[in-house]
């Protein structure tokens, strides 16, 4: 048993993603129930994920994900270093920075270069960026990490920012509509923009204009909620007057 497990376990790994028929073909004489208990085991291990008819390798997965988030650095680049440059000139010496997580803050926490700050973010490689500035003071969130975007939230993240007062929060939106406001994909990551906003004496969104128009599952501000609006020079005009009539100051 224990040698077939280790078999299918190095399989999976191989492949990435294996099906329960594909096992039995590999196995012919181990029947279909005693090989959904080594796909049960091997999860309970740590070592796969099982899936509707298979099992999917967790380090194919990390890959995966940490492949989709590097992808996502590289999309409309030039944009974001326009949008960073913005974001960063409205950031004070001395300051306390909230930063949330995504390769969008990632390129304006590149763009300060050694500004005095006192920082917390939810983004542990933002965390590790930040690091390279020798007058920051850096702060991570508590909390359960989602691969796809590298970022850290929960009901423990909530509790950390509890006795916090941030001076500016540089909150990342997925998307924007009219009727839906900012949204992002994420329920946990939603809560804690919410409690950041809160928390903020001063709220700035950041989003490039390809994510205008688009609606993700939970909305985290709408307008009236922050105070900037830090987008790039193709931001649709009327867009940006119906915000602006608002009160969001859009740059």
Known sequence: MKERREQIKKHIISKGFVTLTELSSLFPDVS????????????????????KGGAKSIMHL???KEEAYNRREYINPELKRELAEKAAALIEDNSCVFFDAGSTVMEIVKALGQKSMYTITSGPNIA????????CTINVVCGHLHRENISLSGLTSIE??????????????SGFTERSGFTCGNYDECQLKKT???KAARVIIV????????????????????????????FDKTVKAKLEAEGLKVL
């Open 32 to 51: 279909t129930m005693t090989l959904r208990r080594d796909l049960e085991y091997l999860e309970t291990q740590g070592e796969i994920v099982r899936t």
């Open 62 to 64: 990390s890959m995966q």
């Open 128 to 135: 590790m960026e930040l690091s390279k500035n020798k007058n």
């Open 160 to 173: 950390f920012l509890k006795d916090i007062n941030i001076g500016t929060a540089i909150i990342a939106a």
């Open 196 to 198: 950041v906003i809160e």
């Open 207 to 234: 989003m490039d204009s390809t994510k205008l128009g688009r609606s993700h599952p939970f909305t985290f501000a709408m307008p009236c909620d922050a105070d900037y609006l830090v987008s790039d020079n193709s």
